[in-house]
């Protein structure tokens, strides 16, 4: 009986790690694309009024997914741990407004850029503030471990800067401004022009900007097979007239990079 109890234990041990190993997240290798995504970066990807994840990203992965044969899944993740999500296989891509910069060069892989974008300066409609000087002994507002904070960081304005406010989104920056909690907010200019245009009159963008920068999708590093076959759809969608299509879509007119 001893010898039994012990040989149904070791199929019990044997049928555990098997239903647990299919379980497993393979990434890649299965037939789903995991992409993590902050919902609150509009235009990029939001939840809309139902509630639902929209945006120009959210329609260019689904486009990519389907060149490719993928199911395409949205994973909500915190932004600032997003390398960390990548590299640990929950997600398989970082993909909503991710912005190319050597340090992250340096953690992940990169597809070729697909929008141009900038890190620009948004106070009130009514605020005094017309230049990057007049930062000077202001409270500034970003989001927390975004390219915001790294343009703001090579800027020498920083120095003169009063405090700096790191938020975990955007739209938690643009709320404090819109109150006066703080004086300007450090933001991608694709985003600004979103809300400028959805709230008229409450905001304004400064003429200058703080660094000019291109968005790019993050691909765990020794995943080539992946970077490369993802790449190919892109390409595609960009022959084929998919890619400007879904960018009218959102923004009126083709800012797709070829």
Known sequence: MKRFAAISILLTAMLSLVVGCSNTHTGASSNQLIIGIDDKFAPMGFRDEKNEIVGFDIDYARAAGEKMGKEVVF???DWSSKESELNSG???LIWNGYT???ERKQKVLFT??????????VTAANSPITKLDDLSG???????LSSAADALDASPIKNNIKTITEFPD????????KIGRVDAVVIDKIVADYYMAKDKGTFKQL?????PEEYGIGVKKGNEALRNDLQKALDTMN???????ISEKWFGENRVLK
């Open 239 to 245: 022959q084929d007239g998919t890619a400007a299509k």
């Open 100 to 102: 190319i910069t050597d």
């Open 138 to 144: 202001k409270n500034v507002g970003l989001q927390k």
């Open 207 to 211: 003429d200058e900007s703080l660094a």
């Open 170 to 177: 955007n739209v938690l920056a643009l709320s404090d401004l």
């Open 112 to 121: 070729k850029p697909y929008l141009k974008n900038a890190q620009v300066i």
């Open 75 to 77: 994973q909500t993740i």
């Open 90 to 92: 929950r997600i398989d």
